[in-house]
């Protein structure tokens, strides 16, 4: 059982192929300004957002490169269903700090560094304070405690990178945001895919096309509070979706 069906991510692929919906996609990303970057990796700590244009575009990316795809998804698995336990860096980096998906890296990597660093550390406050009620969402409702190491994580922001031009204003970001939610209607108007409409992380939507939402969040839930099934089931589940 999967939330996000095989069959319905070829017909997404088909039908983004067919309307061009990945050329749009490109061309967004080319309207994007470029920047210096160092390449030290530390910002690719997180399941970053994504649209579901670029989900079925790094899917398809995958698809041709089997094994590859295998070694994301293993990654990804430990890291989803870990998550309440250790920080894992994103599962898309390699040893080398290397983006295994940079042709095809969603948008929200390709803006970091480009934000204002105000608006920036206004938003991490943000984030941290969201972690801190979840985690005592998760502490009132299932019992244990959520990693503190995970909670007040903070990718700091980047003082080494250097925009071509400037630094973008939350409008600017928004803009290119808005015309992926825009890719993404063209495919959620026809009809040919069954998951909700809502924020998805890169990892819940690989984790979602392998497994039964609720399922998944149910396991993850026990292997975060029972050490001794921990590697046994998160093994288990390699086996059976690998």
């Known amino acids: 059982m999967t939330s996000i069906k095989k069959n319905h991510i070829v017909n997404c692929i088909n039908y983004a192929n067919e309307n061009k919906l990945f050329d ?9 300004p470029s920047g210096d970057c160092s390449g030290c990796g530390n910002c690719c700590m997180e399941s970053v957002g994504i649209n579901l244009i670029e989900f079925i575009n790094i899917y398809k990316f995958l698809q041709d490169k089997p094994e590859l795809k295998n070694i994301c998804l293993d990654k990804i698995i430990d890291y989803y269903f870990l ?9 898309f980096k390699d040893e080398y700090n290397r983006c295994m998906i940079y042709e095809v890296r969603p948008l929200n990597c390709r803006l970091f560094g480009h934000w204002k660093k105000e608006d920036y550390n206004k938003n ?35 003082e080494s990178f250097v925009p071509e031009y400037k630094y973008l204003s939350k409008s600017q970001r928004l803009e290119f945001a808005d015309k992926l939610m825009t890719l993404d209607s063209n495919i959620y108007a026809k009809g040919i895919i069954d998951i ?21 969040y149910n396991i993850k ?19 059976i979706l690998l």
């Open 24 to 32: 749009r996609l490109n061309n967004i990303y080319k309207e994007l």
């Open 83 to 91: 998550e309440y336990i250790e920080k894992n860096p994103c599962p």
């Open 124 to 158: 991490l406050a943000n984030v941290t304070k969201r972690n801190i009620e979840y985690r005592d969402l998760i502490k009132s409702k299932y019992g244990f405690d959520i990693s503190d190491k995970v909670v007040n994580y903070k990718i700091n922001y980047c």
């Open 196 to 216: 909700d409409f809502k924020d998805r992380g890169i990892v819940e939507y690989f984790i979602d096309a392998l497994l039964n939402e609720k399922i998944s």
């Open 221 to 239: 839930i026990r292997v975060s509070k029972d050490y001794e099934i921990r590697n046994r089931t998160i093994n288990r589940l390699k086996r």
